[in-house]
């Protein structure tokens, strides 16, 4: 694996553990600001873990196929596209499942 590619997985992994700071607060301070600032921090975290994973040569995408990174990218794309419709329910269920398990996959891989 190239050094590119590894510094954006481990960009990963730092982004997932944002998120899950992000996760320990709990739902009820993610719905509760009038601003939405939790929402966009948020929604900012998965456009960045995005950014990462478009950043990752197609040999590592192709080697790690099991991992959704279309999805992972399409979310992004839809986060920073098409803002006007952004589900904040998505975005959180996104923080609360997703990251935990891209993190840990990430994180088991024997050449990262």
Not at 19 to 42: E, I, S
């Amino acid at each position: 694996m190239n050094d590119r590619d590894a510094a954006s997985l481990n960009e990963i992994v730092r982004l997932c553990g944002v998120g899950a700071n992000l996760v320990a607060r709990g739902d009820q301070w993610y719905l509760a600001d009038p601003d939405n600032v939790p929402g966009l921090a948020a929604e900012s975290l998965i456009i960045k873990l995005g950014e990462n994973v478009a950043r990752l040569s197609r040999a590592t995408t192709d080697r790690y196929a099991e991992v959704p990174w279309s999805l992972i990218k399409q979310m992004r794309d839809r986060l920073a596209h098409h803002y006007e419709s952004t589900d904040y329910g998505a975005v959180w269920d996104t923080l609360v499942v997703d990251f935990p398990e891209i993190s840990r996959y990430i994180q088991s891989l024997p050449d990262k």
